[in-house]
């Protein structure tokens, strides 16, 4: 594969990296968690628990990576530790099946903004969303459009395929959310949004939301499936791991806090609350677009597809990274080129997806343990396999792999500043894996 190609510039690993991080999750899950807890004071919380937690788990996966320079599989050294990275890759490539379906949904609200249909009453737009996930079809060819898009981008390679994307789509991205930050910010009203999340109303902090912040921190910094360690099998000896955890994190959270600046303001316009949940997006959000720029539809309009194209490409920026996890593996596992690793990569996740699409649509007998397929796959990623790799690459790292070996990969071998060597060993042996024990427990009701 590639004979373990390197990213070439630091902007590249920065922008790959981040972009692996930055997904769906900090533009819809990050604003409604902050609507149910309190605004700003779960803001707070989070921000605290990223430099707490967040960091040196993915400071964590950088170490195994890079000092592995090989597929998840073979950064973790032998048996039984081996099967972490497994987890990893299945984790992946599950999340990247289900993942597939809501990102081809993406791409269909890109033309429906488009073509005009999402104009109508709440009902209507619930109807329609409704109507298109039940389609027996078409959600499934947009998915295939999103993974045949994303295998384009894989077969390129880690420097002219996953660097050059990120490179172009990561700022793209950030330009389209700044647009949109500025026009709910011009808003009627809007102020009330910036207020909601810059004043913290600690009545509604309990132990549930340090749990959420904790959950939310691991899920959008995309910790605990092996992506980040597959990356970082790509970083040179040159690349600081703790600088570039740092930026990664700023990126991630700078991208969720734009994110509610965006939604908040908007909604607070026209009277919604921002806590509705997953159907923010598909279903309230189209009705806020509308009735916010009632005096100016043209805004609307464009503001709706700017929306859509943005959530399409925070989409794509973390899915070239689940797609690269599983190709690492079947490549370097089985002795194939990168073309035919990811060719079996992207038939395997277009079956996964589409029978993820039929199982919440035409075909909803498709079921496991009483749930959609889809629902299966997404509880099982995030409430059980992101959360067990999370906590077993802490245990790997602060007590099993060879402790010079984490030093070297820290202080990059004694060449940079080793005053946050300590500190991260502590967090590792103790702190993240206390931390995402917590998160375990409360997603099984345990606490």
């Not at 920065?14 to 997904?23: C, K, N, Q, Y």
């Not at 402790?403 to 502590?426: I, P, S």
Request: aromatic letters at 14%; proline letters at 4%; one cysteine or more.
């Amino acid at each position: 594969m590639d004979s373990r190609s390197k990213f070439t510039s630091k902007i590249g690993i920065i922008l790959a990296t981040a972009g692996s991080a930055v997904g769906l999750g900090n533009i819809w899950r990050f604003p409604y968690e902050a609507g149910q807890n309190g605004g700003s004071a779960f803001l707070i919380i989070y921000l605290c628990c990223i430099a707490a937690l967040g960091v040196p788990a993915m400071l964590c996966e950088f170490i195994v990576g890079r000092n592995a320079q090989a597929n998840a599989t073979r950064a973790y050294g032998g048996w039984p530790w081996k099967l972490v990275g497994y987890m990893g890759v299945l984790t992946g490539f599950i999340i990247m099946g289900a993942y597939s379906v809501v990102a081809g949904w993406t791409l269909e609200y890109v033309f429906a903004a488009t073509a005009g249909k999402l104009y109508g009453d709440p009902a209507y737009v619930q109807q329609y969303f409704a109507n298109f996930t039940s389609n027996p079809i078409r959600p499934i060819m947009w998915a295939m459009f999103f993974m045949i898009l994303t295998h384009l981008i894989i077969t390129k390679g880690v420097q002219k395929g996953i660097e050059r994307a990120s490179k172009v789509m990561m700022p793209i991205l950030f330009i389209l959310l700044l647009i949109l930050v500025v026009c709910s910010l011009s808003l009627p009203n809007s102020i009330k949004g910036v207020e909601f999340l810059l004043k913290p109303d600690f009545s509604k902090v309990n132990q549930k939301t340090f749990l959420d912040a904790l959950g939310q921190t691991f899920f959008s910094l995309s910790t605990g499936m092996a992506a980040l360690v597959t990356y970082s099998s790509y970083f040179g000896k040159q690349v600081n791991l703790i600088r570039s955890a740092w930026q990664i994190a700023l990126i991630d959270t700078s991208v969720a806090i734009l994110a509610a600046l965006m939604i908040f303001p908007a909604a607070f316009s026209v009277g919604i609350q921002p806590d509705s949940g997953p159907s923010l997006i598909f279903i309230t959000l189209p009705n806020v677009f509308i009735e916010a720029f009632a005096s100016a539809p043209v805004i609307g309009y464009l503001i709706g597809i700017t929306f859509y194209l943005l959530l399409s490409l925070a989409a794509l920026t973390s899915i070239i990274s689940m797609h690269e996890t599983p190709t690492a593996f079947v490549s370097e596992e089985f002795h194939l080129g990168r073309k035919t690793a990811a060719g079996i990569v992207t038939v395997l996740a277009l079956i996964t997806g589409a029978l993820c699409s039929l199982s919440i649509g035409a075909v909803p007998s498709l079921q496991l343990f009483g749930r959609s397929l889809f629902d299966f796959f997404d509880y099982l990623s995030a409430n059980v396999l992101l959360t067990a790799g999370g906590f077993l690459t802490a245990i790997y790292v602060g007590w099993v792999m060879p402790h010079h070996n984490v030093r070297n990969q820290v202080t990059n071998w004694g060449t940079t500043n080793n005053k946050y060597f300590h500190l991260f060993v502590l967090s590792a042996k103790y702190i993240c894996p206390t931390g995402i024990a917590l998160i375990f427990m409360h997603q099984f009701g345990l606490i």
